[in-house]
């Protein structure tokens, strides 16, 4: 099964994906968890410590693999480069390992005023192709509320965007947004998870907002996911109630694939 999940900034995604994957893996499946958000906090939702996390470089950081693989240098503006480049090998060179799960963090590509970063670009979109249509892994991709790492080349292989709201109009806004970006791409299994819902209010509120998209579940707010951000371990690790409501949600998407 292949992921995405895109969400506004603090609404939950990160911790949606990481919990999702320590589940998978709990299981015994092959997971890749692939960080695509600039932010880069997926380690921490997957339970990997700081420490840890500094042992591998973001891929857009490395300079002279983009090189190798791609023929062009970063900021060298209109040069010829490999469109696509090999990324077979990268899940495994690459990658932290937590409990059956490889993290990959892909990094932040700049925009503007630095000359082209296509090469960057062709990299990290290829190891996307690559991942969700010749890996048999279970794939989970967390996203920024763009789309741009998503290429046309992927999508009909992704069985789920899972859309993060809380409860509030910035958040249903971004939903919407992140609906319209998915339309343009051709990805067209658009779901919804509420997140940090204090009770049936607020689940209405989601829902009456959001009603022309398919719920997958909701995950209570918690206290515990709060603490678990503070000390720097996953909410999987901290709370039974996340692991159980994001259970859930993962035997709804499961059901329909």
Request: glycine residues 12%; hydrophobic residues 40%; contains cysteine.
């Amino acid at each position: 099964m292949k992921i995405a999940v895109s969400g506004k900034g603090g609404a939950g995604k990160t911790t949606l994906a990481g919990v999702m994957a320590r589940i998978l893996g709990g299981r015994g499946k092959k997971v890749i968890a692939i960080d695509a958000d600039p932010d880069s906090n997926l380690a921490s939702a997957l339970g990997i410590d700081d420490g840890t996390l500094t042992k591998v470089k973001p891929l857009a950081e490395m300079e002279e693999f983009i090189a190798e693989r791609t023929g062009a240098k970063k900021g060298q503006y209109g040069a010829f480069f490999q469109l696509n480049p090999r990324v077979d090998d990268i899940p495994e060179r690459f990658s932290l390992q937590k409990d059956g799960v490889k993290l990959i963090v892909l990094g932040n590509i700049p925009r503007g005023g630095g000359g082209c970063f296509c090469a960057e670009n062709a990299l990290l979109r290829s190891l996307l192709s690559h991942v969700m249509i010749e890996r048999d892994d279970y794939v989970i991709v967390d996203l920024e509320a763009g789309l741009e790492h998503m290429g046309r080349g992927t999508t009909e292989h992704i069985d789920a965007l899972v859309v993060v709201v809380e409860p509030g109009r910035r958040s249903f806004q971004t939903a919407r947004q992140v609906r319209r970006l998915a339309d343009d791409i051709g990805i067209k299994k658009v779901y919804v998870v509420g997140n940090k819902i204090a009770g049936k209010e607020d689940e209405a509120l989601v829902r009456d907002n959001l009603n022309d998209l398919p719920f997958l579940g909701f995950i209570s707010y918690n206290e515990k996911v709060i603490e678990a951000d503070k000390l720097g371990v996953s909410p999987f690790d901290l709370d039974k109630g996340i692991r159980e409501e994001v259970e859930g949600i993962l035997e709804a998407l499961e059901g329909l694939a």
